[in-house]
């Protein structure tokens, strides 16, 4: 097995035009879990750890830039003003995967239990792609993962990293699981209030074989803040059955199956379990002036 080293982007993109089949490792969490089993034995492999391309983000055009390569344990110390995504690095395995594992790395393996999947898909994220030659192109986040460990990144392609518009109002992610550390998710939710589009994004993990939004109760939701005329006064309660339909509409938005971490149904009622309690928690932060830049 051939081992690229690249220490520009440059240099690493014209490494995987010339090898297209050259497997890019970031932090190795999942790559070296695989080649460990033997389920993988790429040719070659391009490590992607050190371009700084990769490992920067900041706000850019009115948008702000995730690269790749930031680390969990990085999103948790440079980036805490947003709060769901720093939640959710929070529950990554143990601290040594959290100073290996990056968010390109959760969009390159694809699987739907990727804990910084459902914030990208709350965030509205576009996943951004560049080849040789520097041309990118943005995916919208749901069209970057096809299927499970299947995305759109073409043979030539690195992910660059993910881009969204912040949004105005607080947010959370939560997942449950059979243990409180190092657990892959049975079921994850990030929902994110967008105080100035007066809507409330609700995303889930590991319930379809690709992250869903769960519409109609986002839809459900902004109206009963709406009627409630809490978008204006934080104060003003939400009455009790709206909380009761928000988390059955959020667990209709599931498609799980059974498997050996629980059954669909389990994971249905965990959906709207999750789902109750983030609004209850938005709604506690909106009131106590808590929220994302
Ligand atoms: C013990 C353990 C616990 C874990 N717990 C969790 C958990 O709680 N939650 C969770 O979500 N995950 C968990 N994981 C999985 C893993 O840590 C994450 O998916 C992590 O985000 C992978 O990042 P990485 O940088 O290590 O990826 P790598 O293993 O380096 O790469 C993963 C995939 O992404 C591709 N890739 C990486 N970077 C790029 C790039 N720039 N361009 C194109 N393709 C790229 C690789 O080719 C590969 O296909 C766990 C793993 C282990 C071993």
């Not at 986002?218 to 909380?243: I, K, N, T, Y």
């Not at 667990?251 to 059974?258: K, L």
Request: overall charge neutral; glycine content about 10%.
């Amino acid at each position: 097995m051939e081992v690229f080293l690249p220490r520009t982007l440059d240099e690493a993109l014209e490494l995987k035009a010339a090898h297209p089949e050259a497997l890019p490792i970031a932090g190795g969490t999942d790559v070296m879990v695989d080649l460990n089993f033997d389920r993988r034995r790429p040719e070659a492999i391009i490590d992607v750890s050190r371009l700084d391309e990769l490992l920067r983000w900041g706000r850019e055009d009115g948008a702000f830039f995730l690269g790749a390569g930031v680390t969990y344990s990085r999103i948790m110390l440079e980036l805490s003003q947003f709060v769901a995504l720093a939640q959710a690095s929070r529950t990554v395995g143990s601290p040594q995967i959290r100073n290996r594992g990056t968010v390109g790395g959760n969009l390159g393996t694809a699987s739907p239990a990727g804990d910084a999947l459902p914030v990208l898909a709350a965030y509205e994220a576009e996943i951004v792609l560049v080849r040789a030659g520097g041309a990118t192109r943005a995916v919208p986040w749901n069209e970057f993962h096809l299927g499970v460990k299947k995305t759109a990144l073409a043979p030539g392609e690195l992910i660059l990293g993910a881009r969204w518009k912040a949004i105005r109002g607080p947010g959370s992610f939560s997942k449950i699981g059979t243990r409180n550390a190092m657990v892959i998710s049975v079921a994850g939710l990030c929902l994110a209030v967008d105080e100035d589009g007066r809507s409330i994004r609700v995303a889930l993990g590991s319930v379809a074989p690709t992250i869903v939004r769960a519409h109609a109760a986002e839809a459900l939701a902004a109206r009963a803040m709406h009627d409630a005329g809490a978008w204006d006064d934080v104060d003003a309660p939400l009455p009790s059955e709206a909380f009761q339909e928000f988390g059955r509409l959020v667990a209709d938005a599931a498609r799980p199956i059974d498997d050996v971490r629980g059954s669909a149904a389990y994971r249905r009622h965990a959906c709207g379990v999750l789902a109750r309690r983030a609004l209850t928690w938005a709604l506690d932060d909106r009131r106590a002036g808590r929220g994302a830049p």
